[in-house]
């Protein structure tokens, strides 16, 4: 039943020996190179010879810990998961040489390499920029999980069904089978659906990589039982989504709640500590009476003047050849060279450089000891502060800017260097060592003898005593990736070389082989420190040596008779695999083997199979001593030789699942998820040891309970140099008893190591504070993480093991990411498949979902710098979009368990009492009205401008000559005009050559197929002339015909239109062979050039028998992709004319500047109507030109000082993108802008706030008032309802909160605050519209600042929807619509757009508060998850500020999966960057799950010409798989 834990290998630490065999080296930020027989070192061809780790002796893998991944894997066979799809640019592969990186001889013990057999050629890595970009991302995932998730992780299955079940068939393949192809997968929206793979045939990509769809998610309730250990709260969860409850009847006035998230629960049943509170352990007192030197100085002194011919420090070189041997008399004399010269010769300014105290910076690489040996001890005797570094190898190298910042701080002005490493530094042109980024000035020294001063001879440096001043200072890096000085005392310094050699039991005059960085850490206490205090013979074998040949430390411990060796696990990984064939070594002469990384979780598996192997060349099993250190404490526990009294060693198993508790439970049953660890032996003496809890007050822990070690000692660092706070609360932590008593007197140093004290008061490290990450209330630990992706076919693919395991924050929980690099040669399936595992394995092993699993190609991580993954800067990587990955896979549905609770939707309050709620709260009725018409004018007028071709008419007889429009082209001249009287006799043309020609009748409808401009307007009258009902439609686009003429077709049908208008140009392509592909030519009406139709006028000008008679038809493609057309009367014609000329106080002498389509709603009354109604002159800017002359619209504007100019959204972002940095010319061109006092954007949508303020900021400098630019608002039942116009107040601007506004509410909140949302109102409602707000449901009239649906009441309102399918009785109530409650006499026409009324303390023009309307957005675009409603264009604002190259977004839902569209503008490579940031981005600020990310190139997503999007087609195309994505992640 308990599938889900089978766990960790009994042997995490086995998994080691098993990645030997495999060839991969755990070491957590290993770069691992396969040790090759030294004799094997031609290069390798491109086909790679097989591999010799096959053939090695199988005893040496951990059987365990595969076996646990294996039992764990076989669980779920062979589950498909939706592979994602990528375009096959994306895919291509460079040949294998590209990807071999060169090798990186810094690499050092941390971080081990195995090395290949053989060595591949490099070349740089330019060339395989785009590999897999999908693999790569997958792996910086981050998970978040808990006691509630143990549901099973894996993308793709479904989870694994109790044995009991007979489910247990339905694994394979063939559970598939029965299900229909096209079924929709049902609401994975919760998280909680059962989602089983169903291929959607339509999705097959055409790049043959198959997409199949899936996602896994718990089985519900009542079908399939729940995988086996789902909580119990998630089982409640799943019950109460099958029966939903009726919750309690909600008062009316309760205040909107937050949506809180799911805080988890602890489980009940979660093991909790027991044992009673640990006392503080104490070390052995160190030793009296022996006579330890007064300082370390004092040591080297005695022994360069007594022993100075006695060896200290023996250099190899790459082919394990001694090439020096600095003796004790060498090190004396030359660091007393160095410390004159750097205390006497160094000037600046006649002052001395540096001054005791000063710091200074050591940089030496890895092969050379001797020297920097020289230089630290140079430091310690000129009582200067020696700050040993890593060699810098580029001006950027991963975390340089950190060190950078550590010389800074420390004041660091000079570093010590030799010849031959100074000579290898980044240059600048002047030929000095480059500035690295981040670091301070820095004067270099190279201390090659030649460049030294020798001493007088009666010179002599200060003597100190071992004081409190700091020695030395110890760089460290976080977790975060800052770097940090420890400062260790000369105190400490000497009183930690007491330690270890009473600890290690050094004695006179042993010899060392050590394989450690001696920078720092082990490698610099024991074999540079505490080996000059015993006058020790160190043999330094550096990290080169060893990737060319792993056994040469072996071999030096044989040659030289080592008593004492230095190693890490890696050291002894290594040498397993390549000691065959070797018989002659023998380790006999080994005291003590110190295993320096003893508490990382996998040295057991190396100390147990080196033993196992090497027993019988003379190890004695005793002589294995793993220790544990740390930056700030330095060595905390070292296992003693039997011989100086030590306890036996011993191992602990320990259950998993009790440690991600913080509990130690002893593992007898479960034998796979354990984690075996073995002691490190026993604190150093006179060293005090506790355990405190992690979190919090440094509380005691129980004895049964893991928490962080601390050091109380004279050894520790004594701070983090310049960081007193953080200082503070690491190295003078003050443990308290449970009662809250201080355990002692003395000051503890926290340890960054997370352990226990087992029997024999032996210290067992589990962890290190570094790679905890706590995800729900459980702790994880990434070095487990690690140490189980591993031991999944590791060499078969991850490339030299490379992975990094890290968390994120998302939506307040750590989230778990895994990063690693592929081998060059891996294939996409390879990947994916290897993926799939991981996620399982750690899924099972662990119980944690990791939320992203990114792969990269080979060698592009970021290296510390000893050749492991740079952690810190990997994450900074993930969290910019920068890692650019070849692969991902993103689990949020199975990690993400703490979203906030999906609503339910609470029975409705009914109207009525909705009307006295608002009574009794004091809230008016939210409605409100533009100016009365009766007041505006006379009624005598009206009636006469009744007809529009009446006015026409009458401005014709009186006016003939009075210009009405003009039309601009691209170059901004004018291409045609019409007067009054030049406009009535083209339009009389029309109607003889309709009545003559196509023999049309009274209310025949015809279709206008025009281009912009006179031909259209005239065509619109000559139809009217003769009683004809117009529809005006946007001609084909001639080079895009088979996306365009079908709508055009379309219209014509679905309109019935009898006969078609047209250009010459127009008509012969409507007959083209082009258009014959795209739709049947042979059954247009019959079509009409009008372009040389006759002069002829016609007997009598039709005049319509009622106001009510059709006018003409205005037809368009919503938002929601649907084709809409409505009729309009003469009288709401005639009526929406007249308002928007009392608006805007349009007359004949007034000037408009246009720049709007002419083929719909407000955009085609501006062009065709107004000027004819209110006789001022149009200026008609085509849209289409702007696209060769961006600045046509603004000039014209200017040139003809127009008062009032009408645009659309795209034209504005047109000016905002192509004009912005053109102000200057336009300003020299005499481009200005003062005389516009309204400039208005044409829209039915929620007024883009950023775009109107950006184009108002941008040419505030040619002169456009700071208040001009406002937006309007009209929708299909009324093409009218806002506008600005030139009287009354500025528009308003409110912030409301995002979160009510998804529950349908509105809450004002100040700017700025969190889930802020701007609204500005669309501008002002015109004369005679009455708007009211309306409950979506009930219908009931909704009070002042409530969400509701906008509807309307004006003479301009259509009259119906023109459908010719006779479905116009489905939406009779959009324009016949009446409230249930209140007024339920006036008929108002629904609009379809959510939005709400506010009043305001501006006053209008009649003197009344002002209302203002704020439209939210279409009600049918809103996305309904989770039992929210979300309006698309707030989810995609957020995705597109996540990345500088998502150039523009859109959403949908499919299938109840949200669908996250983004238009990639950048490299092809980086896409696979975007699909994190964007799941990240819409989880933290919508509480939403993506369930599929598609990523396009720009342009893809479809705009109609008002520049709204068109998602319905974006999803249709996307279902139809037209979009040509570069790639398709699906979110499991």
């Given amino acids: 039943m308990d599938f889900s834990i089978i766990g960790k290998a009994s042997c995490v630490h086995k998994l080691f020996a098993q990645n030997c065999v495999a060839g991969v080296d755990p070491s957590l930020q290993a770069e691992n190179r396969m040790p090759a027989p030294s004799q094997t070192t031609a290069a390798v061809p491109k086909q790679q010879k097989p591999r010799p780790t096959s053939s090695r002796d199988e005893r040496f893998r951990s059987d365990v810990h595969t076996e646990a991944v294996q039992a764990a894997l076989a669980k779920y066979k062979e589950r498909k998961m939706p592979m994602p799809s990528k375009r096959r640019s994306v895919l291509v592969h460079s040949s294998v040489e590209t990807y071999t990186p060169p090798d990186t001889s810094s690499a050092s013990e941390d971080e081990g390499s195995l090395r290949r057999p053989g060595r591949l050629t490099s070349t740089p890595l330019q060339s395989h920029s785009n590999i897999e970009p999908w693999l790569d991302r997958v792996i910086q995932g981050s998970s978040t999980s808990s006691s509630a998730s143990s549901t099973s992780s894996h993308p793709g299955g479904r989870p694994a069904a109790a044995p009991t079940a007979a489910a247990t068939t339905l694994t394979g393949p063939a559970a598939h089978a029965h299900l229909d192809v096209h079924s929709a997968p049902p609401d994975v929206t919760t998280g909680l659906g059962e989602l089983s793979h169903r291929e959607r045939p339509q999705l097959a990509s055409v790049r043959g990589v198959a997409r199949g769809y899936s996602g896994s998610v718990l089985e519900t309730a009542g079908g399939v039982p729940v995988n086996s250990r789902v909580s119990s709260k998630i ?23 937050e949506e809180l998230l799911e805080v988890q629960q602890p489980d009940p049943n979660q093991p909790k500590p027991e044992g009673s509170q640990m006392v503080v352990l104490r070390g052995e007192p160190l030793a009296v009476g022996v006579p330890w030197p007064p300082s370390l100085l004092a040591a080297l002194q005695r022994w360069g003047t007594t022993q100075p011919k006695a060896p200290c420090l023996t250099a190899l070189d790459t082919a394990g050849k001694a090439v020096y041997t600095l003796t004790y008399g060498k090190l004396w004399s030359r660091s007393l060279k160095l410390a004159y010269t750097l205390l006497n010769k160094l000037t600046s300014k006649n002052e001395p450089l540096l001054k005791p105290g000063d710091r200074v910076a ?67 042109q002047t030929g000095e060592v480059a500035t690295f980024k981040g670091w301070p000035p820095l004067s270099w020294l190279v201390i090659d003898g030649k460049h030294l001063t020798k001493p007088p001879k009666d010179w002599r440096p200060q003597t100190q005593d071992a004081g409190a001043g700091t020695a030395y200072i110890e760089y460290k890096t976080s977790k975060e990736g800052s770097t940090v000085g420890v400062t260790v005392s000369h105190a400490s310094l000497l009183a930690q070389c007491q330690a270890l050699t009473q600890a290690c039991g050094y004695s006179e005059a042993e010899t060392l082989t050590n394989v450690l960085d001696f920078k720092r850490d082990a490698g610099l206490w024991h074999g540079v420190l505490t080996s000059v205090m015993n006058r020790m013979h160190v043999i330094s074998i550096p990290y080169a040596l060893m990737k060319v040949n792993p056994l040469s430390w072996i071999q030096k411990v044989c040659s030289y008779k080592a008593r004492a060796a230095l190693v890490k696990s890696r050291d002894m990984h290594w040498s397993l695999l390549a000691q065959r064939g070797q018989r002659d070594v023998s380790l006999s002469s080994l005291r003590v083997l110190i295993v320096a990384d003893g508490a990382n979780p996998w040295s057991i598996s190396s100390c147990d199979a080196f033993l196992n192997v090497f027993q019988s060349r003379g190890l004695r099993p005793e002589v294995i001593c793993p220790c544990a250190t740390s930056p700030e404490a330095l060595t905390v526990a070292i296992r003693r030789p039997p011989d100086l009294g030590g306890p036996p060693p011993k191992k602990a198993v320990l259950s998993m699942n009790g440690l991600s508790f913080g509990v130690i439970r002893v593992d007898t049953e479960e034998k796979l998820s354990v984690l075996t660890v073995q002691d490190v032996g026993q604190v150093l003496p006179g060293a005090d040891v506790c355990v405190v809890k992690v979190e919090g007050a440094p509380y005691l822990c129980k004895t049964d309970e893991v928490g962080e070690l601390c050091v109380s000692s004279t050894t520790t660092g004594t701070a983090y140099y310049g960081l007193l706070g953080i200082t503070k609360s690491v190295f003078e932590t003050v443990p308290v008893t449970a009662g809250g008593m201080p355990v002692s007197d003395r000051p503890f140093t926290r340890t960054g190591l997370l352990g226990f004290i087992g029997p024999d008061n032996l210290v067992f490290v589990v962890g290190k504070l570094d790679g905890l990450m706590v995800v729900g209330v459980r702790r994880h630990s990434a070095d487990d993480i690690v140490a189980t992706a591993l031991a999944v076919e590791p060499m078969k693919f991850v490339y030299r093991g490379r992975i990094a395991v890290f968390s994120v924050t998302v939506l307040h929980d750590d989230r778990i990411v895994l990063v690693a690099e592929q081998r060059p040669d891996a294939s996409e399936e390879d990947s994916f498949q290897w993926m799939s595992r991981v996620l399982q394995a750690i899924d099972s092993i662990h119980q944690v979902g990791v939320y992203c699993l990114a792969l990269v190609p080979a060698n592009t991580l970021p290296k510390a710098p000893l050749g492991g993954i740079h952690i810190s800067e990997t994450k900074q990587r993930f969290l910019e979009g920068m890692l650019h990955p070849c692969n991902v896979l993103m689990c949020p549905h199975t990690c993400v368990t703490n979203l906030p609770k999906p609503r339910q939707k609470q029975p409705e309050v009914g109207p009525a009492s909705m009307i006295v709620g608002n009574l009794v709260a004091g809230k008016r009725i939210a409605q409100a009205s533009g100016r009365e018409l009766a007041h505006l004018e006379d009624s005598d007028q009206a009636r006469k401008f009744l007809f529009l071709p009446d006015v026409l008419q009458w401005r014709a007889h009186t006016t003939p000559d009075h210009p009405l429009f003009l039309l601009l082209n691209a170059k901004g001249s004018v291409t045609s005009t019409a007067t009054c009287v030049q406009l009535h006799k083209k339009a009389e043309r029309v109607a003889a050559a309709l009545m003559e020609k196509a023999r049309l009748g009274t209310g025949d409808h015809v279709a206008l197929v025009y281009p912009p401009g006179v031909d259209l307007i005239a065509a619109f009258y000559g139809c009217l002339y003769c009683g004809c009902v117009p529809v005006t439609v946007r001609p084909p686009h001639p080079q895009n015909l088979t996306t365009t003429l079908p709508t055009v077709k379309m219209i014509v049908e679905v309109s019935k239109s009898t006969c078609v208008l047209t250009t010459q140009a127009i ?16 059954t247009w009406p019959t079509i009409l050039d009008t372009d040389d139709i006759p002069k002829k006028k016609v007997a009598n000008i039709f005049r319509p028998p009622s106001p009510d008679v059709l006018a003409y038809l205005d037809f368009s493609v919503s938002t929601t992709g649907i084709l809409a057309g409505v009729k309009m009367s003469h009288a709401a014609t005639s009526a929406l004319c007249r308002s928007i000329k009392l608006q805007c106080e349009l007359y004949p002498s007034r000037q408009i500047a246009i720049c709007l389509d002419p083929y719909c709603g407000l955009g085609f009354a501006l062009w065709c109507l107004c000027s004819v ?18 600045s046509l619209w603004l000039s014209a504007v200017s040139q003809y000082k127009a008062r009032v100019t009408f645009c659309s959204y795209s034209v504005m972002e047109m000016c905002t993108k192509g004009l912005g940095a053109q102000t200057g010319v336009l300003r020299m061109k005499g ?5 516009v006092r309204t400039c208005m954007v044409v829209a039915e949508e929620r007024p883009r706030i ?12 040619l002169g456009l008032p700071a208040r001009a630019v406002s937006t309007t608002f009209g929708c299909r039942v009324n093409v009218a309802i806002c506008l600005q116009g030139t009287a009354g107040p500025d528009p308003t601007t409110v912030y409301v909160d995002m979160r009510a506004l998804r529950h349908d509410r509105v809450r004002l909140v100040e700017r700025g605050s969190p889930h802020s949302l701007p609204l500005t109102e669309s501008g002002k409602i015109l004369p005679g519209v009455k708007v009211i707000i309306a409950h979506t449901e009930t219908k009931g009239p909704l009070g002042d600042s409530h969400l509701g649906e906008i509807w309307v009441s004006s003479p301009h309102n259509a009259t119906g929807y023109y459908t010719g399918y006779g479905e116009e009785a489905l939406h009779a109530d959009h324009f016949s619509a009446r409230l249930s409650f209140g007024d339920t006499q006036t008929i108002w026409a629904r609009t379809g757009y959510l939005g709400f009324l506010r009043r305001t303390e501006l006053t209008d023009a009649s003197g009344e508060r002002h209302d203002a309307l704020y439209v939210v957005g279409s009600l049918d675009e809103t996305l309904e998850l989770r039992g929210m409603r979300y309006h698309p264009i707030d989810i995609e604002t957020s995705v597109v500020r996540a990345h500088r190259s998502i150039a523009e977004c859109a959403v949908f839902t499919w299938t109840n999966l949200l669908v996250v569209v983004v238009e990639l503008d950048g490299l092809e490579r980086d896409a696979l960057d975007l699909v994190a940031l964007v799941t990240n981005v819409v989880l933290e600020e919508h509480h939403l799950v993506v369930g599929v990310v598609v990523i396009v190139d720009p342009g893809v997503i479809p705009i109609n010409s008002r520049g709204e999007k068109q998602r319905m087609h974006l999803r249709d195309g996307f279902l139809a798989d037209q979009l040509d994505p570069i790639y398709v992640a699906y979110n499991m």
């Fill in 1250 to 1261: 950023a775009l109107t303020q950006s184009f108002s900021k941008l040419f505030k400098d």
């Fill in 1067 to 1082: 008509m012969r392509l409507l007959k083209s062979k082009d258009a014959a592909a795209a739709v049947d030519i042979r």
């Fill in 1173 to 1190: 109604y209110s006789g001022h002159q149009s200026v008609l800017v085509p849209p289409l030109e702007l696209e060769s002359n961006v």
């Fill in 362 to 428: 050591l940089v030496f690489p890895n092969s050379d000891p001797v020297m920097f040996m020289v230089a630290f001890y140079g430091c310690l005797l000129a009582d200067l502060v020696p700050v040993p570094i890593e060699v810098p190898l580029t001006r950027k190298d991963a975390g340089s800017q950190q060190v950078g910042f550590l010389l800074g701080s420390c004041g660091v002005t000079l570093a010590l260097t030799t010849d031959a490493c100074q000579k290898g530094l980044p240059k600048a």
């Fill in 1231 to 1235: 481009v200005n802008l003062s005389c």
């Fill in 235 to 257: 089982q409640q969860l799943l019950n109460t989504l099958k029966r939903p409850k009726r919750p309690p009847l909600k008062e009316f006035f309760v205040d909107d709640f």
